[in-house]
Nanobody, 123 residues
Framework: QVQLVESGGDLVQAGGSLRLSCAASGRTASTYAIGWFRQAPGNEREFVIAISRSGSATYYGNSVKGRFTISRDNAKNTVYLQMNSLKPEDTAVYYC????????????????WGKGTLVTVSS
């Protein structure tokens, strides 16, 4: 069992930056690939970015390439999402998710989810 808790969501102006954190507890986080999804009102949950268990591989959704990066500190059981050049269309609830097997960017393939943190980007 793994518990995931997101933090860092806030209101930010377009062009600004924000860093989200996903803290894992329970089983060792390093045994899971961790990713971020987001969901805006009326939209389906969308894959954003993910990182492999060791941190050696990263996976990007098309809408965030070149703007978002992901990193992990397995000693702290925490994954970070750095978001730069934010746009109003990035506004959503951001969820972190864990998968015990090799990463697949499909929400239904995740083993655990956090409760989300709200990011609002004003124009």
């Amino acid at each position: 069992q793994v518990q995931l808790v997101e933090s860092g969501g806030d209101l930010v102006q377009a062009g600004g930056s924000l860093r989200l954190s996903c803290a894992a507890s329970g089983r060792t986080a390093s045994t899971y690939a961790i990713g971020w999804f987001r969901q805006a009102p009326g939209n389906e949950r969308e894959f954003v970015i993910a990182i492999s268990r060791s941190g050696s591989a990263t996976y990007y959704g098309n809408s965030v390439k070149g703007r978002f990066t992901i990193s992990r500190d397995n000693a702290k059981n925490t994954v970070y999402l750095q978001m730069n050049s934010l746009k109003p269309e990035d506004t959503a609830v951001y969820y972190c998710a864990a998968r015990s097997l090799q990463w697949i960017a499909m929400a239904r393939s995740m083993d655990y989810w956090g409760k989300g943190t709200l990011v609002t980007v004003s124009s």
